[in-house]
């Protein structure tokens, strides 16, 4: 066949043709197939070339045409007119092209790879329930009349009343959310979930009734198996009027804002009950699901179509992806290629929507994927996050690449160069080690000190030395009296003395000397538990271990109070030399190693100290001691209970650095340790990447 006479196809009859609205790039016309109940969109470029087809042209011949008319510039846009509307089965049949378009797509599908197909055919599916219109039709009468001017103005008063509380109890709803994101909690967001998208949906169906818009189906689209509630709107394609399609975008949402709104004024003034639990979730379904996924106009639901009908952009999300590559073609490599759009702010603003779109989404998928992480199944935390990776970061980089190698010919050389040269240098910093620095609080310690326990409960009778004064090696420091354990002593001995009296009798009785082995059982229980008393009554003197200096923790502490076993009293330590205990964090402990150097400065000291690291303790750090480091006592360790020991809120490790000479220091004396090391940015966040996995998979 003679390529030159390719026939171009006739446009079917049947197709309904209306102008649409006028859109940044243009006049927007709108198809509708009523075969195939679809609407299509077309810019004046693509309904200026349909116009010709009502008759079966010669493909060169319409082409030169077109051109010659400036409508098109090039017959491959013909082409590709051509091909969407055979693709789109809006010509007549020709019996060779569409059953070559039908076995194209058929081989297209076999060429697809089996996950491919398991994720269109299985993870991407919609199931319709039934049709909704007639349901509507009848009942919308009444919600006219219910829905009224005054009874409108009423609900929004009160929906405006009840989230004017809502901020006035804002951290109190922040405290209450944090505490309900358990297994439980996400339930209870699910049912609230399901009924919030049922109240959403009738917005969107009851506001399209009102603009005489026929509702097709309400039913459920399965996402990778995770269902959502959907209602077909196709038939508002057919509105061109701005508003009444906005009106319908935003239905579902104001829905849900009045009816969240209504909720707070109930969960701020009711008391505690199932009612403020229904009235919490509600709240908090409608506030996060408006503000980051139905009102966000960075992800494809209502808020989307909402400023796509607002701004007239069709098709925002492509064109803004066109746009974003486009620029970075010409800004990277000097690529200079043809811009639809005219307007340079409007090209300004689908740069920008599409970067903020892609980073919201990067940011939105990380946050889930991280509460899943550290409240649920961290394994399955992981396995999304390597989803996440591919899907939004290696899949479509690897893409652009091979874009910009097919297009390395209109390459500008010297633009080029530049952007090779700054993408080399990036590489550079990221993998070349830079020296920074590791930085955690300090305190001067003793090398030698004992913290004092109490050996045994009682009541504090005395406290020999005074706070901060010298002992010596055994002399008393406090004095314990237990007069439960003096009594038990007492009659312990009383016990043991009957029983001895009694083991004598037995003995001297031929028939009760089966008893007299029971008897000698319980005197030596006895006499264990007397031997016990006494040693538990000596302990109850405490001396110290070693000379040095004796300080009180509880310097309001009085005689008579009483003490736990192991309850910290006080230290002794050795004034004469001291060593710097410093704390770092659990991610910075893993670079520390022994004899790296560290500097040591005080806050009231211009000099800075030099010392090695001697030791790292790898178990987290505990407080049994008043430290000046604890926030309670004015530090920068955040403490979170305070008992027999103090409890840090997150993990900190002690890393013992001496000093390099002698110095006098002040124990206790406070200040800031730096450690230097050199690493990359790129390798220690790899080193973190499989450190956290390698944890989990042998968790």
Known sequence: ????????????????????????????????????????????????????????????????????????????????????????????????????????????????????????VY???????????????????????????????????????????????????????????????????????????????????????????????????FMVFFPRLYIDLTDSWKISDRKQKMLIDSAGIIAEVVLGGIAALVWVNIGPGVISSISYYVLTVSVFNTIFVNGNPLIRYDGYYLLMDFTNIDNLRMKSILSVKKWYYRILFGIKQKQNIKNKNIQLFLIVFGIASYIYRLFLYTGIILIVYFKFAKSIGIVLMLIEVYVLILEPLVLEIRKIFQLRKAFNRKRSRVSLSVFLVVILIMFIPLPWNLQGPCEVRSQNDIIIFASFDGFLAEIFPKNGTKVEKGQKLFKIENPFLINKIVIDNYLLLANKIEYDQLLSDKTKLGWANVKQMDIQRLSNELKNGRRYLSSLEIFSPINGIFVQFDREMQLGKWLKKGEPIGEVYDNLKENIIAYFKEDDIAEIKINDCASISFPDSLVSYTGKVISINTVPAVFFRPSPLLNIFGGPLQVIRAKKKYELSRNYYEVEIKLDASQNFNIDRTGFVQIRKFSSVGLSLIKKIFITLNKEMCL
């Open 1 to 120: 066949m003679d390529v030159n006479q390719i026939k171009t196809g006739k446009l079917r009859y049947d197709l309904k043709i209306y102008k649409d609205y006028k859109a940044s790039e243009g006049e927007i016309w709108t198809v509708f197939d009523p075969v195939s109940d679809k609407y299509y969109r077309l810019h004046t470029k693509e309904y200026k070339v349909i116009r010709y087809l009502y008759s079966n042209h010669v493909f060169n011949e319409l082409a030169e045409e077109l051109i010659r008319r400036k409508i098109i510039e090039s017959d491959d846009e013909l082409k590709t007119i051509l091909n969407f509307l055979r693709q789109s089965s809006l010509l007549l049949p020709d019996y060779r092209l569409t059953e070559g378009v039908l076995l194209k797509k058929i081989e297209l599908f076999n060429k697809s790879s089996a996950f491919l197909k398991f994720l269109k």
């Open 123 to 221: 993870l991407f599916f919609k199931l319709p329930l039934f049709d909704p219109d007639k349901f509507l039709n009848s009942t919308m009468p009444y919600f006219r009349r219910a829905f009224n001017k005054w009874t409108i103005y009423f609900i929004i008063f009160i929906s405006a009343s009840g989230y004017t509380a809502w901020i006035i109890n804002f951290n109190r709803f922040i405290s209450t959310v944090v505490d309900s994101i358990n297994y439980v909690g996400i339930i209870r967001f699910g049912i609230a979930l399901i009924f919030m998208k049922i109240i959403h949906e009738l917005g969107h169906a009851y506001a399209a009734k009102a603009n005489n818009v026929r509702v097709r189906k309400i039913g459920i689209f």
